[in-house]
């Protein structure tokens, strides 16, 4: 490997440990870099650095977030919620699993997946409080169902992916994609509901698997949240940390509140949206963006709020991102990493090598920066082999977000900062302990049912 293929490659990796510890969006890192590589290496000027500028993608964020933020600001959203929940009349035992899929249809609608943790995550942790029932189990939960429809063909996830593969010049089934994602996170969640409840029986503990079964304290307000992303607040409300827990009540739930003719509109134009987009094929972002703006006129005042909902921080990763690993690919520093790992031998391994390395970075980095920067590293390795290209872009997409309990992930931070009537340095340590064994748990499920059982039927 050359120099200018090196130098690029060393600042990718710097890019990654800048944005871990300290607080700049990696995006503008990459804009930064997109510019010195271009410009200096390449003698490109500005439209030839933008000329893979993801236009269509940014325009899918904005739209959606635009849209769902509307949505949730009219109470739309909680509405759905809580409807799901009526549905199983508030048994306590199934609502972990309303919370699951209620986080996985906003992410296949197009929700980005940290916009639905932060949606659902308040209700969620809300509703355990309130039962005694296991926070980290419900943030779990919450979090793998927001991963579980994080790929769907209308998904931000989804459409980038897509796009990655086929700028490539191979091809995926969007719908494989999405079954697959949905297919494992549903599996992570059942293994995490049976692991947890086997430990707590093992233990002979009611409502903790810390030690001790005294009930947590129903008076007592919650921690404050932690100043940042995986700094837990050293403060704590008294009782234990829950695991799981046996319901005192069967049922829990609040009257049906009237629906607004507000609220009946936004559920007409999310309706309207999926007929649109996975029906007649038009494009989420525009359909998004004018249904967002219909909303817009039943409350002109908020406009402002409105547009600074938008998710510009994921605007700026997903964009800058993408921009630099196209620079990246005109330097040839993919190219020769591909063939790197092609000389390995085993294409098996390398792929497990990369799902490993996709995995473990993204519990400390952004999962969509690295679903930009390792799934073209892939593609010379499939286009020379036999491996199925689904099940390996599958396993990277997956590895990459399954991680994200976390507490150095926007959604594990989320769980953190919501979480009620619990010890909260305890809880931070027990995240820890769970993000630490889907580390190194998914990435070798995902390439086992993905990548080596399709190999070999």
Known sequence: MTSIEMLPLIALVAMFVIATFFPINIGILGFVGAFAVGYFALGYDDKEILQAFPSSIVLT????????GMAKRNGTIDLLVNSCIRAVHGRVTIVPWVF???????????????????????????????????PLVMGIMTINGAHAGAFSPISVSG????????????????WTLFLASYGINL???VLTVVGYGALAKMRGLEFTATGTNKPVPTS??????????????????????QVLARPTSTTLVDAPAPVTRVQKLTLFLIGALLVLVLVLHLPISFIAIAAGAVLAFTDLKKQ???????????????AGMVTYISILEEVGTIDTLAHFAITLGAPLLVALVLCYVIGLTSAFASSTALLA??????????????LPVIGVVAALAISATVVDVSPFSTNGALVLANAQNIERPRFYRQLIVNAGIVVAVAPALCWLILVVVPGFI
Do not use: K
Request: aromatic share 8%; charged share 10%.
């Open 100 to 134: 699951f899929f209620s986080a996985s249809v906003l992410t296949a609608l197009g929700t980005f997946s940290p916009a639905a943790v932060a949606l659902i995550t308040p209700a969620a942790m809300a509703f355990a409080a309130r039962t005694r029932m296991s």
């Open 187 to 189: 599996l992570l969640s």
């Open 304 to 318: 402002n709020e409105a547009i600074a909902g938008i998710s510009w921080s994921t605007v700026l990763l997903v």
């Open 61 to 68: 964020i904005v739209g959606v977030t635009y849209f769902f």
């Open 373 to 386: 920067a390792v799934i073209p590293m892939a593609m010379p390795l499939l286009g020379s082999s036999t």
């Open 159 to 174: 459409v980038l992916v897509r796009d990655i593969v086929e700028n490539n010049g191979l091809t995926i089934s969007p």
């Open 220 to 241: 007592g307000s919650r921690d404050d949240a932690p100043s940042s992303l995986g700094t837990p607040s050293t403060g704590g409300a008294a009782g234990s940390t």
